[in-house]
């Protein structure tokens, strides 16, 4: 049995300390990897069917065989792993906030997701996504405009309940017309919510977007032993056909 706490790594960021701590949970009898931001929980090694299934449901509706992908937010680094498991990946970017955060991965302090750093395809980029993503440059300083198949999203807890007051602008129709203008016609884009359905929220995709779908995931809670639910929204980018807002069924 490893100790029973241990503080891995922590960094102060203009949005607060985030730090990342490994915990022996007897309830389940294994080591737990957190990340924290101040005193709020971000993400958890016990909880990451919801985080795999935002890569799985947005290629699998990703057309294409050479894949250049975005992923938004690195934390634990399970968005990306899934990802990575898709032969069809060319190159995938990662935009992280924190430097900490993408220094945990180069040291490989995460026993799920080691070696994520140093595989050929991936790129880890520290930066801001939501100001790279309202920006005309994009992701890619070094070719401006870049675009690409799918952007799959794991950053705030849900449209609204952001991590920081800013971001609040990219879950709007001006923001997500600026984030689709990265993607490729027919690409996909995905995105994590830790709250349920949010019709409104679907409304503004309809508008941006064709294809919108916000689907739940259900997954075993092993605290509760009961279940959680987090939602995975999915839509598609095209130049011809614009979202009304009619198409009521895609998003329940």
């Known amino acids: 049995m490893s100790a029973h706490f241990e503080e891995l790594g922590w960094r102060q960021t203009p949005i607060g300390e985030i730090s990342l701590r490994r915990r022996f949970d007897p309830t389940v009898r294994m ?3 957190e990340v924290k931001l101040g005193d709020e929980y971000l993400m958890s090694s016990l909880f990451t069917v919801a985080e795999r299934e935002l890569s799985r449901l947005g ?3 990703t057309p294409g065989e050479r894949l250049d992908v975005l992923v938004g937010g690195l934390g634990l ?3 990306a792993r899934e990802a990575l498991a898709d ?3 060319r190159t995938l970017t990662v935009i992280e906030y924190s430097d900490a955060v993408i220094d945990w991965h180069r040291r490989d302090l995460l026993p799920d997701t080691a070696g994520l750093a140093a ?3 991936v790129e880890l980029v520290c930066a801001d996504f939501f100001a790279a993503a309202a920006g005309s440059v994009g992701f890619d300083p070094a070719h401006p405009g870049r675009v690409y198949d799918a952007l799959l999203l794991d950053i705030d807890h849900s449209p609204r309940h952001v991590l920081h007051g800013p971001n609040a602008a990219f879950y709007t129709r001006e923001g997500l017309r600026a984030a689709a203008n990265h ?3 027919g690409g996909t884009f995905a995105m994590w919510s830790d709250d349920a359905p949010d019709e409104q929220f679907c409304a503004i995709l309809e508008s941006v977007f064709v294809d919108v779908q916000a689907q739940r995931i259900v997954f075993g809670n092993p605290l509760t032993r009961g ?3 987090a939602t995975i929204y999915l839509a598609t980018r095209s130049h011809s056909v614009r979202g009304t807002g009619d198409d009521q069924a895609l998003c329940d």
Request: aromatic share 10%.
């Open 77 to 79: 680094g399970y968005t």
């Open 183 to 185: 993607l490729v016609d």
């Open 87 to 89: 032969p069809r990946i």
């Open 119 to 121: 595989d050929e395809r």
């Open 31 to 33: 080591d737990v990897y």
């Open 227 to 229: 279940q959680s639910s």
């Open 59 to 61: 290629l699998a509706r």
